[in-house]
């Protein structure tokens, strides 16, 4: 039998980035050439790129780079929160401009993972459980605080999460809490300098509606998704706990509990990882469940080999919604696979090398979604 040609790659990234070079560093253990990086600086400056049609493309994060945030938010400092707006707008056309090769993310689905109203719509109306929104799909957009206490009240929300459209890595997201009249709690890490919005390590509460207000009107010109309050599961101490799992074609094959005593489980806000081993026993039987859900999630994107799936656990880990779906969630690492679902000791990067290699065989080919010229 013919065997194809060795798999050539080619990524799209920031060439000194560690997710370029974690994936570089798995294609080159499989004993693949070193993939061809074209960087996003070069394709933002209005080159674009062209791949050749043997060239399998993978996309990943233009994050952490500050030339490259300039050019897409047009701030000058890259804890600002501004800008989402103008970096969704210029990032999907900067997609655009790519052509020909085997492309690995479908330009039409990154629009939509990019966009957390447009992402909830699609898992909802998928049948995927998920927080109830009143933003979800093409609702009016919230243009201020009176527009979010206006839908709270109107959807019986007292506890709410607020989330930039486009933002990432718990930029500019605030959790909302509202009781009897006059009670008000907001937890961000946003705060504001000289009136320009700043992103923070330090998570800190807002009691006074006046300055929440303020915040939310600053943060609603960029867009702004609405989530009801998922109660979270807790592990550890009371620490409230939610998973990334990581979806390779199809199929979960990474996880890790983040958990928090505050609202947001990221690491970087002070959440730390929790101990995967204790989280499935406390889920039992439903531990299967939660990774269907996370591949029904992932399901919903074809044309996208790779996703990170965040999980919320209710209460007492009974049942599950996704939070989000993060087309660049998969930078974990040194973490291997899951035991039975087909990467063990393979970490992320691994599993999409041979996730790829396997659709290359004569019976498993690439698929090539509209990308290629």
Not at 321 to 347: H, I, K, Q, S, Y
């Amino acid at each position: 039998m013919t065997q194809p040609p060795p798999t050539r790659f080619a990524v799209v990234g920031n060439p000194d980035n560690r997710r370029v070079t974690l994936f570089a560093g798995a294609v080159r253990a499989a004993g693949l050439p070193a993939p061809r990086v074209v960087p996003w600086a070069a394709v933002l400056r209005g080159g674009g790129a062209v791949f050749d049609a043997d060239e399998v493309v993978r996309l990943d994060s233009p994050g952490e780079d500050a030339e490259v945030d300039r050019v897409l938010r047009g701030v000058d400092d890259p804890t600002r929160v501004e800008g989402g707006a103008r970096w969704y707008a210029r990032f999907t056309a900067a997609v655009g401009t790519l052509s020909g090769g085997v492309r690995l993310d479908d330009p039409a689905e990154l629009a939509v993972l990019f966009d957390k109203r447009r992402c909830h719509r699609a898992l909802l109306d998928a049948g995927v459980p998920v927080p109830q929104s009143p933003t979800s799909g093409a609702a009016a957009p919230v243009r201020g605080w009176d527009d979010v206490r206006a839908l709270m009240d109107a959807h019986g929300m007292r506890r709410v999460f607020l989330k930039p459209a486009h933002g990432s890595s718990a930029s500019g997201i605030v959790a909302l809490e509202t009781g009897a009249p006059g009670r008000l709690r907001a937890t961000t890490s946003v705060e504001s300098v000289d009136g320009r919005l700043h992103n923070s390590l330090r998570v800190r509460r807002i009691t006074d509606e006046r300055e929440v207000a303020a915040l939310v009107d600053a943060l609603a010109p960029d867009g702004l998704h609405i989530e009801r309050w998922w109660p979270k599961a807790t592990l550890g101490g009371g620490r409230r706990a939610d998973l990334r799992i990581v979806v390779v074609d199809g199929r979960a094959t990474h996880a890790v509990v983040r958990t928090s005593h505050a609202p947001m489980t990221n690491l970087h806000l002070g959440g730390a990882r929790g101990d995967l081993a204790a989280a499935t026993e406390a889920m039992g039987a439903r531990w299967a469940d939660a990774l269907d859900v996370c591949e029904r999630a992932a399901a919903c994107f074809p044309g996208t080999l790779c996703v990170g799936v965040d999980l919320l656990p209710s209460t007492g880990w009974r049942r599950f919604a996704v939070a989000e779906v993060n087309a660049f969630g998969d930078l974990l690492p040194g973490l291997t696979g899951l035991p039975g679902r087909g990467a063990e000791g393979l970490d992320t990067y691994a599993a999409q090398v041979a996730a790829v290699r396997r659709r290359r065989t004569p019976h498993h080919p690439v698929r090539n979604h509209r990308a290629t010229a």
